[in-house]
DNA sequence: TAGATTGTTAATCGATTAACAATC
DNA sequence: TAGATTGTTAATCGATTAACAATC
């Protein structure tokens, strides 16, 4: 069993091992890279044995053929397809946050403003939110993406799980009927900064 | 000493509780919320009972009471105050939403586009960045935000930090030398779909 | 008082660390 | 080969759960 704070460490080794790429290293030590990461290097090649042996012996990781293999492990190696729903302020944002993501796949966007319908936010058209059960059949989508107010989530919820979607991350808490088998993971920046603030403060002391 | 997991936990209790009063409940059972939030009984009484016993023997929690206590122990009880620097299509989503938020306390924005300088999103005015430090110095806050491109983080970080700013969020991925005592927490929605579609993928199997 | 639920203790579970054999 | 660092095992640490005494 692979703890989940791993898959979210894969997450920043990765990044860091293309800020490395970037710079011309080539290869990574699990000491080095855990530095910078600001983790333990057993730690970091605890993580990377759940998966395989990835390294040299007495040498380390190569940094080109390390990050293929966490974007293979993080499934990041082939376009994700995406779907938003709710086009306000907030969603546009994320809309042109994700469209610059190579392995994002932006789909659609769904909005219920009928003055929004037939406009774009970058590259992606903004349909009427009526049209994403029928949409996700002809074009099926693995992450959903929610910026609406929380009494409308539930049906959304509700349609994208009957459209094949797996995976949804909503922006608006809401006391929600999750489908059995379904992921839905709640992000709110008041909450993140109530806990930052927690921190923060005690870090003073 | 007491699990960051727990802190995150109240966020949740207390965002549970808030629906309950809106309903016209008065007492809540560890096992109700336990319930409502997705984990054990036994773990929101642990929660809770690191900062004391705010429950009746045979009873339940008070709902009112056990949420002033909860605001109490997360701090937002009295006014956080905010700067937010990076005034983009994210910053500006984000400001219209902790603007809604009422024990935030926004203090100013600001960004280094001088078109964008004295206008306002909503209530708050839109600064130059060259102002950040004298305006901390007249105008002590709590956390800083920032939306600002990777570059000019380790910048802004520093003048935060000698304006006395202890918190910081950043929704900029940036490898930075963070001073001793402050906190900086990154936010980023890639990498949090990364997470949610590898957990997405499991679910499936 | 009897019934119910908290607060707390001890047991369990899981994740991280330390150490080192394997090996490039 | 000698030196270095990985991959893995066992030990440690910390968080969650189960159970129950305290008590409203």
Known sequence: MIPEATIRRLSVYL?????AKARGEDMALSS??????GVSASLVRKDLSYFGGFGIKGKGY???ELIRSIEGILGIDRPIRVVQ????????AILRYLQ?????KILAAFDIDERKWGKRVGEVEIRSCGELGEFLRENPAELGVIS??????????DTLWRGGVKGVMSFALA???????MVLQFVDI????????????KQKK
């Not at 609406?148 to 919820?157: A, F, R, W």
């Open 15 to 19: 990044r860091c091992l293309r800020r």
């Open 32 to 37: 080095l890279l855990a530095h910078r990461c």
């Open 62 to 64: 190569r940094v080109d």
């Open 85 to 92: 729903i709710g086009v306000g302020n907030l969603g546009s």
């Open 100 to 104: 610059q993501v190579p392995y994002f």
């Open 148 to 157: 609406i107010p929380p009494d409308g989530v539930q049906d959304v919820i």
């Open 175 to 181: 006391e929600i009927d999750v489908p059995e088998g």
């Open 190 to 201: 008041a909450s993140e900064l109530e806990f930052l603030y927690y921190k923060a403060k």
